[in-house]
């Protein structure tokens, strides 16, 4: 027998993985935003 061809569901703990992953990655990326726009308005 074959697999159900499709889409399915993901399961709770994809969506928590997903979450724990873009918060990993997401406060290093805002604080450098904020870092760099602080400086930028140094300039200006």
Same mark, same amino acid.
């Given at each position: 027998?074959? $697999?159900? %061809? ?8 994809? @969506?928590?993985?997903? $979450? %724990? /992953? @873009?918060?990993? %990655?997401?406060?290093?990326? /805002? @604080?450098?935003?904020? #870092?760099?726009? #602080?400086? /930028? %308005?140094?300039?200006?």
């Amino acid at each position: 027998m074959s $697999a159900p %061809v499709g889409p399915t569901k993901p399961s709770s703990s994809s @969506w928590v993985l997903v $979450a %724990v /992953a @873009w918060t990993l %990655v997401g406060i290093p990326l /805002a @604080w450098g935003i904020y #870092r760099t726009l #602080r400086t /930028a %308005v140094k300039i200006f």
